[in-house]
């Protein structure tokens, strides 16, 4: 995606590409809605992106493209909360709020 990072910042959520160790917030995220699911897009500087269903049990995310599963972590509120989600190198952190259905 062309522009500097502060362009989109307001869209985007942290994320830790190929491995890297740092996040920064250089992630834009779209949503759609397709036969009534909620899907995120979470795309890279570099042009590449994956794309995740949000699920209606309020779980998460699962992976809606490619053989690599998601794994959704909670994070420690004292460190921002949300989510943080993690498919093959790459990692993202997500506000979230979990429903009562999926606490444990």
Same mark, same amino acid.
Do not use: Q
């Given at each position: 995606?062309?522009?500097?990072?502060?362009?989109?910042?307001?869209?985007?959520?942290?994320?830790?590409?190929?491995?890297?160790?740092?996040?920064?917030?250089?992630?834009?995220?779209?949503?759609?809605?397709?036969?009534?699911?909620?899907?995120?897009?979470?795309?890279?500087?570099?042009?590449?992106?994956?794309?995740?269903?949000?699920? @209606?049990?309020?779980?998460?995310?699962?992976?809606? @493209?490619?053989?690599?599963?998601?794994?959704?972590?909670?994070?420690?509120?004292?460190?921002?909360?949300?989510?943080?989600?993690?498919?093959?190198?790459?990692?993202?952190?997500?506000?979230?709020?979990?429903? @009562? @259905?999926?606490?444990?």
């Amino acid at each position: 995606m062309a522009g500097a990072p502060e362009a989109y910042a307001e869209n985007a959520v942290e994320c830790a590409l190929d491995g890297g160790k740092a996040f920064e917030r250089t992630c834009p995220v779209e949503r759609s809605v397709e036969d009534g699911r909620l899907f995120l897009t979470i795309r890279h500087p570099d042009g590449g992106f994956r794309r995740f269903e949000v699920l @209606d049990d309020g779980s998460g995310l699962a992976a809606a @493209d490619g053989a690599d599963p998601a794994h959704v972590t909670l994070r420690d509120p004292a460190a921002g909360g949300g989510i943080e989600v993690a498919i093959g190198g790459d990692r993202y952190r997500l506000p979230a709020t979990l429903s @009562d @259905d999926a606490k444990p």
